[in-house]
């Protein structure tokens, strides 16, 4: 199994900008997925989760500005960020909870990251 995001780059502040993560292998079933950031000098943190329902969460810093999405089909989630600002420049990073087999037994992947640079 693996993630591979996609989308990153460098934007100015109030600018968009859309990062994807595709799930590949062998895979049953997803579960959760989600983005977290890790800052320079900083520890990573959750930004925003999508269950298999579609429920989701995000991280008081990105209410209102990010949106998590998912395409079941494609085995694939999406962050929107909108009205990005300086302090939202870091390496974002996929997570899902995959399972291979119809028992429940699931793993925890993380893609490779992928940058993004917020200038002011």
């Known amino acids: 199994v693996q993630l591979q995001a996609f989308g990153g780059g460098l934007v100015q502040a109030g600018g968009s900008l859309r990062v994807s993560c595709a799930a590949s292998g062998s895979i049953f079933r997803i579960d959760a997925m989600g983005w977290y950031r890790q800052a320079p000098g900083k520890q990573r943190e959750l930004v925003a989760i999508i269950t298999s329902c579609g429920t989701t969460n995000y991280a008081d810093s990105v209410k209102g500005r990010f949106t998590i999405s998912r395409d079941n089909a494609k085995n694939t989630v999406y962050l929107q960020m909108n009205s990005l600002k300086p302090e939202d420049t870091a390496v974002y990073y996929c997570?899902?909870?995959?399972?291979?087999?119809?028992?429940?037994?699931?793993?925890?992947?993380w893609g490779q990251g992928t940058l993004v640079t917020v200038s002011s």
């Open positions: 997570n899902a909870g995959i399972s291979q087999d119809p028992f429940g037994n699931y793993d925890y992947y």
